[in-house]
């Protein structure tokens, strides 16, 4: 069996995950990665994504919106700014969501208002796409 | 002398305000253990950006490539100042004491021939500062309705002011807000966030591991730092939710006190007068009856 690192999962606004994971499937830009125990360290920008934790507990799937990875001898921290358990993201909401958002920018009274519309719709489909 | 009725309505005034300070007091209690909470909560992020960003930037500072947020526009002409502050009052000197030092600033940038753009966050600020300065304020981000602000609050603020620097609409940036201490100390506080600031002892990494980089340092960096503009600005956020809450809580405990110290000393008056009343009514009574 594969020895466990520490894995952390953290976002702006609160710490989402710290587990012992065996292995972590991470979608670096520049492609998918699995960090594994004792891995070199490594710095890496991550694309919208799920990461695929497994660990002690059964295999986590978890959506990220980008972000950033390190591997350091500590283990794997990933720094998200959007993190969503793939399991709580519903997909019939999300497409009425992205439907909604679409009506937003069509009805943007500002500049301001638009491009924050265009944004959220932006992330709500990179959401789509990989899920 | 005031009648009888007036004391007696005073005091009952007195009373219903001191009831809803006192309720104010709570709520602020509430809130403030709330807003610790949050500001706990995002630590954990802010510490490990901060180190990987210290790292990169001591390396790549002196670089002819360095992105702009990291090496500034190379001019110091514009300020941009970015000011935080709460979006009600009753909260002691807390939104003064930061426009206090936003103020300062400005007027002594303007002295030395610099020119000042403001960009509020939170209406009392804006409020205060529009007297002095209404022809700086670039505008104003109401957070009016947000009940417990999030990352998107920060972020929606931190992409404005990445629009305006890319714009070129000014060279350096610092954020103002309240540094909270503890319920009776809250520091405001001024923090250049563009360019960034790295302090002098950063290059020591704490493990020094060879890193691999992907894709490469530059662009990390440059992924980096607008993200950093956000995080700094939720922290500053979080931090100013805090610091209002103590200062609120700290404001009507005591307005509340001295309330109790009004209705006292009118309770007091109060007495006084209704005896002097009965004593001269009496001595009326005594005087007629002796006339007899």
Sequence with gaps: MADAFK??????????????????????SEGEMTVLARHAPLMSTLRPGVLVVEG???????????????????????????????????????????????????????????????????????????? | MASLKDLRLRIASVKATQKITKAMQLVAAAKLRKAQLAAEAARPYAERMEKVLYGLSSTLKSSP???????????????LLIVCTAERGLCGGF?????????????????????????CVGKKGNDALRRNFASWIVGL?????VKQ???????????????MFEAGEFDIATLFYARFKSVISQIPTATQIIPVEVPADAAVKSDG????????????????????????????????????QGARMSAMD???????????????????????????????????AEAL
Excluded: C, W
């Design chain 2, 254 to 288: 005591n307005a509340t006190r001295n309330a109790g110290d009004m209705i006292r000393k009118l309770t007091l008056t109060y007495n006084k007068t209704r005896q002097a009343q009965i004593t001269k009514e009496l001595i009326e009574i005594v005087s007629g």
């Design chain 2, 65 to 79: 490539g360095a992105p702009r947020l990291l090496a500034g526009t190379g001019a110091s002409k514009v300020h």
């Design chain 1, 56 to 131: 002690d507990g059964g295999t986590r799937r978890i959506f990220v919106g980008g972000g950033f990875a390190e591997v350091g001898a500590q283990g794997l921290t990933i720094l998200a700014e959007d993190a969503v358990a793939v399991e709580d993201i519903d997909r019939a909401k999300l497409e009425q969501d992205i439907r909604n958002g679409e009506e937003d920018v069509r009805d943007a009274k500002s500049e301001d208002a638009r491009r924050m519309a265009m944004m959220k719709v932006e992330r709500l489909k990179g959401m789509a796409a990989v899920v």
């Design chain 2, 209 to 244: 591991a060879a890193y691999e980089y992907e894709p490469d340092e530059t662009a990390i960096l440059s992924d980096l730092l607008p993200r950093n503009i956000s995080v700094q600005i939720f922290r500053a956020m979080l931090e100013n939710a805090a610091s209002e």
């Design chain 2, 149 to 163: 602000i999030g990352y998107v609050n920060a972020d929606e603020v931190g992409k404005r002011v990445l629009a």
């Design chain 2, 141 to 145: 981000v109401e957070l009016r309705g």
């Design chain 2, 95 to 119: 939104n003064n004491s930061i426009v206090r030092i936003a103020r300062e600033r400005a007027f002594a940038l303007s002295s030395e021939g610099k020119d000042v753009k403001i960009l």
């Design chain 1, 7 to 28: 894995f952390e999962l953290v976002s702006p606004e609160r710490l989402v995950l710290a587990v012992d994971a065996r292995s972590v499937v991470v979608p670096g």
